[in-house]
Structure formats: structure tokens, C-alpha cells
């Protein structure tokens, strides 16, 4: 229903059910916010946005506050923006003040807010915040003290993730966000996806660093040092320089990451294609032989732990196969080292990932062989700019160099890893070779592409219609993974990603991108798709080669030591 | 039955989110405290995840964490306790036993649980263990109390 409101003096029409914010952002008119989150129903907690309500002579949060016929509404008048300034002015009250050593410090919201309001001198001086930090967890950092208490991660972690690992606990000037019983994260039920990082305003959520022990490895010149990067960081690096979002910079960052002193780059779409190999191999083999159906995905770590706190019933389902990272870590320490002539042990053996919960991964116990870890240091999107940065190496003025050699080649269908989707439309690829013996006619499957939540298709492959469903976000896991349980039997293959749009979307990621950001990534990966001549992980020659000289066949003795895990219940509460 | 737990569940069937205070309220009647197996259980049983259910009983000072010592005290915090000290009161009795309000001495001994206004103001501040009222507490005083309930277990 169609309505008139009045703001500052300007006659706007607003719908019945919109807030007024909606209204505000509609009409291009600016007011801060702080605990909002676009798409999540409304908490007017922090009160940053409030508006004067002419009608009643009240500030009401304009986040939550409906439109109602006839309502008159000021956005920034005197009493407002001091009202605005005061709650700044008490959220800094018992904020550490060491914006100068703080991991967010120049992307920080509580920094622009204080700037946007002109707080200049200390008004109100609390006591300071003074709870232990949280360093238990490999993937992710947590320091109460500078937590405004906004409730956006407690949003993010149950709303989109489905986990709920992280509460409120306590109540009035003691509270903070804290796991069950107040335990560390690392024994919560936590999945490390690092969503809640990603939404946090100040520096009370971070990303576990590995920059001091990658220094390190770069300076010993008794180790090789080799990096690979994830398929979604060539085109969400870009950001982190203030290029356009979606610029693919591959070329830029292999030079880069040489400049820095990495001995060998190589890229993990290749062992995305190396996946494949094994994933669909699996599935055909599943299919063949009455395995256990649907197979879902393994490449996304949060999503692995997730199965193994909350879905242990579908263990059984979950492929066996290494992600990506991992397959590539196994096979620099075993074919790659014999080939450089170099003992494993002397190779550190870096990743660069849009996740957190990679670096959970990398140290899981069974990610090692003959007692050498595959991977040895897991770092961020964030935390290579820094690297870049702190290396002096201008991003601007630098030119393109290709990846090392024999790891470095990778298909597009590899590349798409990158976005929801691209695991299922890569599998497919290659399945439906293995099956007819023919390519498919059209490469692009359309049904899987796209950052929605959840897609579904169904695909004819020979005599067999494969059933396939692909979901981001784990909370549209659940829902998936209930419908199973329910009965639901039309589905062969599932790829599960716990990021909302997959890892261009990962907790590792360039903070405050926006979803067209995200979109730009997306359909940068599609184009590098449209533009490559290899489209199909089956056909890159130096997956074949790798094959041929060293793993023998998919599934086969080599590959199921080497590329192969397990999975098991995790007792943590739920 | 290990906590008698699966009895208090069992006898609310089909409970939902909204019993989770009740339910709590008489885990901690039967058992003193609430265990991490407890908070699980109801968490399962009401399919409310545990952070919440550890957010909500915090939010409370009813609930405790703990199992409750040998010798629980409560240590009077209203306004007539207050105003004669009580908060000194606390602080020696924390340095004392080493163990915060809510907390448990390793020993298990003793328990410290602060409590709002307990009708006795004329005593203030008075503390209360185990049912026994100590009037008009001093830190001397209160350091002679927990000596003797010490040696008696000695």
C-alpha cells in the first residue's frame, strides 16, 4: 500500500512494510548505521540511525521504525546528530585506545563514525573494557575488549551459517560475546568461516596471522619457499589496492609474489582440476557401484567441520577427496620436491586463501604425510596486500608474469572453484566426458551459476539424469540436508560452499565489500571461463602429465595416500 | 540416571524454546549447578544452541556454573549491606578463598554466590552459610569465620 511521508521537509512515497530507512536510503539520504545489516531483520540496537519522529517528539531508530501515513521525520537536526555523537562518544568510552596497533585501524567503522561526528576530545571517560583475548583458534583471533557489542557476528554466525557458535553472555556493563560456557573458540562448535570477521565494524574479530612465520621462511635460505593462491583471489586482490572491483590481476600478483621471494608460484586451480579428476571419478564410482548418494562436496573446510559437528549422519556422503589446497600441499612436498632434486621437509609450503578456515584445514591431523604437514602456512587476500605492501611492491607499476611450472597450468573450469557453483559445473564437465565419452555441447550450465543461495538442476548424462543441487551459506545447507533426511531422493551430487557466493565471498576477503563487489568477482571468473581455450579440468596437460608420471590414476593407490582423507564426529557442544 | 536430568526433561514433553527458563530453573534445584552435559542435553532436547542457552542463564544471577562447595556462602549485596561495607566484605572473602562469586574453591569446600537484598538489614552486612546468618561482619571477623569452618574440615 502506497503512502505519504514527509522527511526533511521533501513529500516521499513509501510502501506499507518498509522502514524508514528504507525510505532514507531510497532517496539517496544518508544517516549512520552501525548494528544494521541489509536483508536481516532489523535490531535497533546500537541506535546510531535514530531520526526525530516529528509526530511524537521522539528519536526512533530508523532501522526498525515502519512508515506510517502521514509521518513527519528530521534526519539531521541539532538534537539528532548530538544525540548520534553522544553514542559514539560512549562507545569509545571504554574502547581501547590503540587504534595505531589495531589489525583495523584505517578500515575500522567505529573509526569513521567517530570521524563523520567530530569527536575531538574526550568527554566521557569510562572504565576500560578489560577481558583476555582468544587466541585458541587457528583461524580466527578474537579481543572482547574492542567489541561495540553491535551483534552482527552472533547475527551472521546463526542467521546465514546456522551455527550459532558465539552469544551474548552476561548482562550490563559485562557482557561480551562469547562461545558456550565462555570456552575458547577452538573447542566451540565453531567452523572458522570467518563471516563473523567479515561483518564486524571494529578489530574484535580477525583473521589468526601468519605473516611473522612466512617472513621467517623467506629469509632462511635453507628453505624453498612455495606459494599457491585459491582461484577467487586473482579477482578479489584488485580491491585491496583501490582497483575496480573484479579486476582479474593474476599476472600482476605472480609477479609480486616472486618480488616478495617466493621461490615457486603455482596456482590451486590446478589442483582444482586435480580434484575433479578424483571428485567425479568418485561420483561415477558412487553411481556405478550403489555408493553411498548424494556426494557432496569436500572442498570447503568450514562446510567439513560443520558436516562433522552437525550433519554427522551425511559423513558417509561427504567425498573423500582433499580440497583443492591440500591436494596441491601433498603433491609440492611428494612429486614436486623430487623433482627440484629437494627433501620436503626443506620446503615451506605457503597458501594464499579468501578463508579462514583454511588455516584450520591446513593443520587438521590428517593433512600431513610421513609426518610433513602438506601445507605449512595458510594466509589471507587480506594478508597478502599486506605482504605486498610491506615488500614495497607497487601494484601499479609492475608487469605481468605467468605461474611456475609443472603445477602452475590450470583449466577455467579449475578457476571457477572460485564462485558458488564452479565445483558443480567443473564435476559436471568432466563426469559427463567419463561417461559418453563426448564433451558437452554447451560448457556453461547456467542453472548452477549466480550468487543465489540455493540452485537445482537436472542434468541428462547417457541413459542417467543427474540430479544436482548446489547451496551457499550453511543455514541453506541445513535446510538442504533436511529435506534428505526427509526423504528426498532425486539428488545425486551436492556441492556445499559455507560463504554466501563461495569463496569470492570468503572470510578472507577484502572487509567492506558490498554484494555488487561481489557480483563483479563473479562474472570475472565467468569471463576468464568465456576467454580460455581450456574449458575442461580433464584436459589440462599438466594434470595429465601428473597422472601419467607419478599418481598412475584417479582413485587409484597413489592418489587415495596422497589426495584422499577421512572425516569423523567432533565432540563439541552444539 | 546420571544428572537426573532426562527425569526433568522427561517430564515436560514436548517443551519448547519457550520452558528453557523453567527447565533450568529446576536442573539447578536437583543438581546445584548447570553442567555443560546439562546445558547440552536441553540444548538437544529444545534444539537451542548451547551458546544461547549458556547467554540466557548468565544473563541471570540465579544460575551457576559450578557445583555448589561444602560450605556455600552468600554474601548479602543490598542497599543496607552496601552502604555498611559489604563490598569490602566480598573482595576479603574472594582473596581469601581465591575464588570469584559464582566460582567454587579448588578444594570444593566453599562457594561464593552474591545475592541482592536478604531481609536481614539489621545485621548488615550479614552473610549467610549454609542456612546460618553472620551478623555485622567485619574483614576480621569473616577471616575468623572461614578459619574455623577450615580447621573443622581439617
Redesign the interface.
Known sequence: MEMNIEINNRQLKATRGETILDVLTRNGIKVPTLCHMKDYFPSGACRMCVVEHENSGKLVTSCSYPVEEGMRIKTHTSRVVEARKMIVELLLSNHPDDCLYCVRNGNCQLQDLSVEHHVTERRISGLKNNFSKDLSSPSITRDPDKCILCGRCVRVCEEVMGVSAIDYINRGSKTLIGTSFNKGLNTSSCVNCGQCIMVCPTGALSEKGHLNEIQMALTDPSKKVVVQYAPAISVSLAEEFGMQPGTDVNGLMNAALRKIGFDFVFDTSFSADLTIMEESAELIDRVANGGTLPLITSCCPAWVKYAEEFAVDFLPNVSSCKSPQQMLGAVIKTYFAEKINTKPEDIYSVSVMPCTAKKFEAQREDMTHHGITDVDAVMTTRELAQLIRLYGVDMYNINPELTDSPLGIRSSAGKLFGGSGGVMEAALRTAYFKLTGEELKEFKINAVRGLTGRKETKLQIGDLEVGVAVVSGLQNAKVLLDEIRNGRNDIHFIEIMACPGGCIAGGGQHIGADQKAILSRLSSLYDIDDRDSIKVSHKNPEVIELYDKFLGEPLGHKSHALLHTEYEKREVPL | MKYGIAEILEARGGAKRDSLIPILQEIQESEGFLS?EA??EV??RLGI???????VA???NQFR?EPKGKYHIQVCRGTACHVLGSATVLDKLEKILRAKAGQTTRDGLFSIEVVACIGACGLAPVVNINGNFYAKVTEQSLTEIIENLKNKEA
Open positions: 555443560q546445558v547440552s540444548g538437544s544452541p548451547t551458546s544461547k542457552i549458556y547467554g548468565t544473563f541471570y556454573f
